[in-house]
T-cell receptor, first 114, second 113 residues
Framework: DTGVSQDPRHKITKRGQNVTFRCDPISEHNRLYWYRQTLGQGPEFLTYFQNEAQLEKSRLLSDRFSAERPKGSFSTLEIQRTEQGDSAMYLC????????????FGEGSWLTVV | QQQVKQSPQSLIVQKGGISIINCAYENTAFDYFPWYQQFPGKGPALLIAIRPDVSEKKEGRFTISFNKSAKQFSLHIMDSQPGDSATYFCAARPYTGGFKTIFGAGTRLFVKA
């Protein structure tokens, strides 16, 4: 399968703990995005990479959130000192510059903070 | 500020009927409008997309209608099937030079058998 891969798919953590999610984009895609989705809402943009460069971060991405894409391939999203409000599905997507620059999503990583 | 407004929030349609979901946008820099379909527990999947240089695009049972002057676009699902039951999101993005796709809040569609 050559789609966007995310790991883990589900994570339950205690408030205050750190969590890290990994995303492997479609191999020829040089653009990678992180979105967050809560129940009943559409995905909300968090951050965007072109190759290894992080080009934009949303105001939704507080100082407790950090994303990296060290070699321009896979990416990680770390949440430090998790809060209950961080409970959501974290979606990774990738795209290739071209017609429409359509983004393709992975299946998401569900985070529950208890 | 919600840049893409989607309605209705939920929709129930009989099998074989037409499902219609509407969206409106504000930012005139948007000129690429995809629709995504999402099943429970899955990520959104691209369904169909349109640029505003055409007023309509059809792929199988799915049609996008676009009204540039009104800044509105809609998804029509013809001959709706129970397997179409999902959440549908409209979205918008600048076609070139932009990267941030903005999503509507979603429409939960249920097709009754």
């Amino acid at each position: 399968d050559t789609g966007v891969s995310q790991d883990p798919r589900h994570k339950i953590t205690k408030r205050g703990q750190n969590v890290t999610f990994r995303c492997d984009p479609i191999s020829e895609h040089n653009r990678l995005y992180w979105y967050r989705q809560t129940l009943g809402q559409g995905p909300e943009f968090l951050t965007y990479f072109q190759n290894e460069a992080q080009l934009e971060k949303s105001r939704l991405l507080s100082d407790r959130f950090s994303a990296e894409r060290p070699k321009g391939s896979f990416s990680t999203l770390e949440i430090q000192r998790t809060e209950q409000g961080d409970s959501a599905m974290y979606l990774c997507a990738s795209s290739f510059p071209g017609i429409g620059n359509t983004i393709y999503f992975g299946e998401g990583s569900w985070l529950t903070v208890v | 500020q919600q840049q893409v407004k989607q309605s209705p929030q939920s929709l129930i349609v009989q099998k074989g009927g037409i499902s219609i979901i509407n969206c409106a946008y504000e930012n005139t820099a948007f000129d690429y409008f995809p629709w995504y379909q999402q099943f429970p527990g899955k990520g959104p999947a691209l369904l169909i997309a349109i640029r505003p240089d055409v007023s309509e695009k059809k792929e199988g049972r799915f049609t996008i209608s676009f009204n540039k002057s009104a800044k509105q676009f809609s998804l029509h699902i013809m001959d709706s099937q129970p397997g179409d039951s999902a959440t549908y999101f409209c979205a918008a993005r600048p076609y070139t030079g932009g990267f941030k796709t903005i999503f509507g809040a979603g429409t939960r569609l249920f097709v009754k058998a």
